[in-house]
């Protein structure tokens, strides 16, 4: 069981990507769930009467605040080996180079297990309560990676990575081995019946998985009603190739729609160099996108629109993918993101850049959106699961220093200032409790 608590002080939450909330007030979470949202008059008066006994409650301090969980949508679990080397090559000499090589590793389960507890803990510790993750093309070595995040308590979409195509390092199954993999991956993830994790369908990316095996993922993903993944428009010479392998198809995400891989369940990370005709085809088929600035950037695919693919309407959240990015944090795809579109709007005056509280959006809610989850998860709303985090920003031992400061603390430019500082120039020793479906589940600096 999970206790029941309140949680009072400044709460900072999104309702939109251009509506950021930061208020003084409460929460009652009761069995995992948001039951009741107040004002801090209120929150003074019902304690007074007595009302909360049976509660654990928390009083945050004035330099503290209670934000939503970070969303993750799209990372690789079995790259972290690689985090921070072997960024000096273009995606597909990366791929062959660095990252099929280190993946292949994965089908030793004790070292699978090893490196899965670090790479949950590494996220639950960055604030990360939901991710969204690429496991290796093995299964029991996936099946790993599902049971770090079941016994650290994170919420997670998870999918053996499915690959038929031949490559330098042997690391592909035939289509029939990886349809099997496939259904009994998704059967062992439901069997576990746990209702923080669900199995994703992971076709790898076009040059990778030919169409009949993407295909059959379609149908699995529809069988089973399960989200599905993959990488689309990442890098100019990845597209050019998935266009000379297609001569069929006008376009990249013609390819992946031909194999019916576009859904309202379906997830496409990077999204760099799409055409206005992709982007109406992804709008049409309510495809999520997970923006990856840093991976973007490190191995020189781009730098991608994402104004442009908002203000097509569709569903965007940030990723950090690992090991292509640089780094396992979503604050810092906050800020990645903001660099990269002020980048685009110095170079072409039309693309306006995203300010910090749509980053905030981007990071949260908008990553719930982007995977579904919205509906229990992204925001501090009633109704919601509570997963969240305390944000300490002065914290010692922490990156930000307390300087004498002028303004009220309890004042709302305060609060903001608080949030924006964070964003700017936190990390993870700002982020001093996490909690995921009410569990407490990092504490300090301990992932419990
Ligand atoms: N495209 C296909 N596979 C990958 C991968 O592992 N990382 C990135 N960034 N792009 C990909
Ligand atoms: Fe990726």
């Known amino acids: 069981m999970v206790e029941n608590l309140i949680i009072f002080g400044t709460l900072v939450s999104s309702t939109g990507l251009n509506s950021l909330e930061v208020v003084p007030g409460y929460l009652i979470i009761e069995d995992g769930k ?32 209670l934000m939503p969980g970070f969303v993750d949508c799209h990372t690789h679990g079995p790259q972290f080996p690689n985090l921070g080397l072997g ?29 899965y507890s670090q790479v949950v803990r590494r996220l639950l510790t960055n604030g990360t309560t939901t991710a969204c993750y690429f496991g290796s093309l093995d299964l029991g070595g996936t099946m790993e990676l599902v049971k770090s995040a079941v016994n650290l308590r994170q919420r997670a979409l998870i999918g053996k990575v499915s690959m038929n195509m031949k490559n330098q390092s042997g690391y592909y199954n035939d289509t029939e081995r990886e349809v099997d993999d ?10 576990f019946d746990n209702d923080l994790i669900s199995p994703v369908i992971s076709p790898r990316f076009a040059l990778s998985c030919d169409n009949e095996l993407m295909k059959k993922l379609a149908e699995l993903a529809a069988k089973y009603n399960c989200h599905i993944q993959s990488h689309i428009s990442e890098n100019v010479e990845e ?15 013609e390819v992946y729609d031909k194999c019916a891989i576009l859904t309202n369940k379906c997830i496409m990370a990077h999204a760099v160099h799409l055409t206005d005709a992709e982007i109406d085809l992804l709008k049409i088929r309510e495809v999520g996108i997970a ?8 191995l020189r695919s781009g730098l991608c629109p994402v ?71 992204g925001s501090l709303e009633v109704g919601k699961e ?22 009220e603390a309890t004042s709302n430019e305060y609060n903001e200032g608080l949030v924006q500082r964070f964003l700017y120039t936190g990390d993870d020793r700002n982020i001093t409790q996490v909690y995921v479906k009410g569990h407490l589940v990092k504490n300090g600096w301990t992932v419990v």
């Open 87 to 115: 960024l000096d090559r273009p995606l597909l000499e990366w791929l062959e180079k660095y990252t099929f090589p280190l993946e292949s590793q994965f089908a030793a389960t004790e070292y699978a297990s090893n490196v």
């Open 34 to 65: 948001i039951i009741r949202k107040g004002t801090s008059r209120e929150f003074v008066k019902l304690e007074a009467q007595d009302a909360f006994r049976g509660f654990h409650i928390i009083k945050l301090q004035s330099d503290q605040f």
């Open 386 to 407: 509570f997963d969240a985090l305390v944000i300490n920003v002065f914290a010692t031992g922490g990156p930000i220093d307390n300087h004498p400061n002028t303004l």
């Open 291 to 298: 923006h990856c600035p840093a991976s973007n950037t490190r």
């Open 182 to 191: 496939s259904t009994k991956f998704v059967e062992k993830v439901l069997a």
């Open 307 to 377: 104004r442009k693919l908002i203000n097509h309407g569709l569903r965007v959240g940030l990723g950090t993918d690992v090991s292509g990015g640089d780094s396992a944090s979503i604050l810092d795809a906050i800020r990645r993101t903001m660099d990269v579109s002020t980048h685009l709007e110095l170079q072409h005056g039309l693309h306006r850049a995203i300010n910090w509280k749509e980053a905030f959006y981007l990071g949260t809610l908008g990553g719930a959106k982007a995977l579904s989850l919205d509906h229990k998860i």
């Open 239 to 253: 597209v050019n190739e998935v266009l000379r392998q297609n001569p069929g198809c006008v376009n990249y995400a």
